[in-house]
């Protein structure tokens, strides 16, 4: 997902993302006007692979029992495919958690303050970016601890503000740090191998490039993709699609307030937010902001829109009590910055998003976060060409938003808080519905 970070991110669950109630406070300073909040407005919403796992990979060029896909061109040339679910549906896999990796006691590989990082092996063990300490931490599959790579600092294999992991085809780390202008490849088990120089002037909080299967790196940079090879030599940049225009203090997504030094806002709970992932062929899946239904694009850097997929889901509502609780939470954020008057409140939407987000496996299938009736994480999952393939029972995994899963053969990895407010990784099954 690509993402300007503009000011300091609280920790939030996923229950948070959905409800767009708990999204932090933006600043801007008093001489600029809210007419030119759009690079904001994406950084509140947009937070950026199948479980082609053996029962899925041998479907992957079929849908699902009883979903009917149809494929069609649209007017302007781009192919489209529509998903039909039948009369009842059921889920086909469910996420069963196996490990769950961290402590609440200080000094130990497992204790997390902040993680930033997260990449999955072969096997099923993991390697994290631990932020606070600027140390990569690898640990097998039964998630003991292998390896601590790194420090702070300005050496070889240290790190000034690492942000993010990427692993390439030879399961080597990626280590990004901007602050330090330069990109660390690491050994899981041995460390430090190489590092390349690396300029961005968008550091951001967490990294929002990619690593294809190929080995090529792909960075979102204003108006274009930057594209780095194995070496990290730059290679010409590709186009990326017109932004949207600005909507200024009439976006439907926020709700601006003005507090004399300047302007914060607040999203607007519920209101579609968007997604883009990558594959790993480095195509780019994106759900338009604004738009509430299932409704998902792939595009070619540098070229068009090939693809765009719509899966016929029907809408799940805003409850009463929902409502009641987001708005209940927004005033009470109104109230704490001195503001009495009340917002719109007729700008909160009554169906929930049916696209949360989107992740790519290392497969290549597109697993879309779809909204559950009684909460918790579910997915439908669709195949390279948009048939739909399958879809995940809700699971109690309430990730965080900032940091995608990671998604490998049968291996689901991703990052969650406990009560106390403590990070684990955790490592589920994917396993198929008897």
């Avoid at 997929?309 to 005033?331: G, M, N, Y």
Wanted: aromatic content about 10%; charged content about 20%; some cysteine.
């Amino acid at each position: 997902m690509f993402l300007w970070f503009h000011t300091h991110w609280i920790r939030v669950t996923e229950r948070s993302a959905m409800s767009r109630a708990a999204m932090p406070a933006s600043n801007f300073p008093a001489n600029q006007p809210p007419q030119r909040c759009r690079r904001l407005r994406r950084f509140i919403h947009g937070l950026f692979a199948a479980a082609a796992i053996t029962t899925l990979a041998c479907s992957e060029s079929a849908p699902a029992n009883d979903w009917t896909v149809v494929r069609d061109t649209l007017p302007s040339g781009v192919e489209r495919v529509t998903n039909t679910p039948p009369p009842q549906t059921a889920p086909t896999w469910t996420l069963v958690e196996e490990i769950r990796v961290g402590t609440v006691e200080a000094g130990l590989p497992e204790s997390f303050g902040e993680i930033k990082g997260l990449v999955g092996f072969e096997g099923g063990g993991f390697a994290v970016l631990e932020s606070q300490s600027l140390e990569i931490r690898v640990f097998a599959a039964d998630g003991s601890h292998v390896a601590t790579h790194g420090q702070r600092g300005e050496g070889p294999g240290e790190f000034v503000g690492a942000n993010g992991l990427m692993l390439d085809p030879s399961e080597r780390i990626w280590v990004p740090d901007s602050y330090a202008a330069r990109m660390s490849v690491l050994d899981p088990e041995d460390g430090f191998v190489e590092s390349f120089p690396f300029t961005s002037f968008v550091r951001g909080w967490v990294w929002t490039g990619a690593m294809t299967a190929d080995g090529r790196i792909l960075k979102h940079s204003s108006t274009t993709m930057r594209v780095f090879d194995s070496a990290m030599t730059e290679l010409p940049s590709l186009p990326l699609p017109p932004a949207a225009e600005d909507v200024g203090d009439e976006d439907p997504s926020i709700f601006l307030v003005e507090l004399g030094t300047g302007w914060q806002v607040r999203a607007v709970p519920f209101y579609p937010g968007g997604a883009t992932t990558f594959d790993p062929g480095g195509a780019m899946w994106s759900a338009a902001v604004g738009d509430a239904s299932h409704r998902v694009h792939k595009w070619m850097p540098g070229g068009d829109t090939i693809l765009v997929v719509e899966t016929q889901r029907p809408p799940l509502a805003v409850s009463s009590a929902e409502r009641d609780s987001v708005i209940a939470d927004t005033r009470a954020w109104f109230r704490e910055r001195g503001v009495e008057t009340e917002a719109d409140w007729s700008r909160i939407p009554d169906v929930k998003p049916a696209v949360l987000d989107l992740v790519t496996s290392a497969e290549g299938n597109l697993w879309v976060q779809t909204p559950s009736p009684g909460g918790g994480v579910s997915y439908d999952v669709l195949a390279p060409d948009g048939a739909y393939l399958g879809s995940t029972a809700p699971a109690a995994l309430e990730t965080v938003f900032w940091l995608s899963p990671v998604i490998r053969g049968d291996y689901y990895w991703t990052v969650v808080f406990d009560e106390l407010d403590v990070p684990y990784v955790v490592r589920a099954r994917i396993t198929p519905v008897e």
